[in-house]
């Protein structure tokens, strides 16, 4: 069965950095377009950042341009999310997604699949 595993999250001060990593268990995840959400305790889980398949095409949250990076590895099968300058306001638990098209991500249609997700903590 197709697996999304989030790694890297942890607790932070603010201005901090982090670097999530998303391992792909199958191949065919390396052909797809494949996005970052996230959810904060109590909201709803929120768009981040998306990558095509190549990684030549990225689209960001306005809450996270200029500091967040989307890209990914195909020869390794894994995403990563860099996160510089860090706010309290990132503190959520950050989800890979896979399994839709770059155009419905940034519609917000959910992903057809899910990692179990990594908690990221800022703290001011």
């Known amino acids: 069965q197709a697996q999304l595993v989030e790694s890297g999250g942890g607790l932070v001060q603010t201005g901090g950095s982090l670097r999530l990593s998303c391992a792909a268990s199958?191949?065919?995840?390396?052909?797809?377009?494949m996005s970052w959400f996230r959810q904060a305790t109590g909201k709803e889980r929120e768009f981040v950042a998306v990558?095509?398949?190549?990684?030549?095409?990225?689209d960001y949250a306005d809450s996270v341009k200029g500091r967040f990076t989307i890209s990914r590895d195909n020869d390794r099968n894994t995403m990563y999310l860099q996160m510089n300058s860090l706010k309290p306001e990132d503190t959520a638990v950050y989800y890979c997604?896979?399994?839709?098209?770059?155009?419905?991500?940034?519609?917000?249609?959910?992903?057809?699949?899910w990692g179990q997700g990594t908690q990221v903590i800022v703290s001011s």
């Open positions: 199958e191949r065919t995840f390396t052909t797809s377009t």
């Open positions: 997604g896979a399994g839709t098209t770059y155009d419905d991500v940034i519609t917000g249609v959910p992903a057809k699949y």
């Open positions: 990558i095509s398949w190549n990684g030549v095409r990225t």
